[in-house]
């Protein structure tokens, strides 16, 4: 089995920043894809920033020039840096990882717990 812990996640004023850190473990072969997703009340779950393994980059218009994505492939951890915060950046944030694991030739996605960001003004 695989596990995301999620970490980092809180209660931040107007402009403030935020580190979030998603770790995973467990039975993993290689791990893929690594993503940040949103889900504010009442809306659906967006993408926020996504990291290939080869290290490219991919963020969400809204977040682009505030927010950064980075893994750490010895630790099994995506982060996502969050600066500039605004009262709309206000959501449950979600990792999201691809993994095959060891012993298997089948990838699949595994989603962390979720983390609460609030941003007051």
Avoid at 32 to 45: E, I, N, S, T, V
Wanted: net charge positive; with cysteine.
């Amino acid at each position: 089995q695989v596990q995301l812990v999620e970490s980092g996640g809180g209660l931040v004023q107007l402009g403030g920043s935020l580190r979030l850190s998603c770790a995973a473990s467990g039975s993993i072969g290689s791990i893929y894809d690594m993503a940040w997703l949103r889900q504010a009340p009442g809306k659906q779950r967006d993408l926020v920033a996504v990291i290939i393994s080869a290290g490219t980059t991919n963020y969400a218009d809204s977040v682009k020039g505030r927010f950064t994505i980075s893994r750490d492939n010895a630790k099994n951890t995506v982060y996502l840096q969050m600066n500039s915060l605004k009262p709309e950046d206000t959501a449950v944030y979600y990792c999201y990882v691809n993994v095959r694991r060891v012993h298997s030739d089948y990838v699949r996605g595994y989603w962390g717990q979720g983390t609460q960001v609030t941003v007051s003004s």
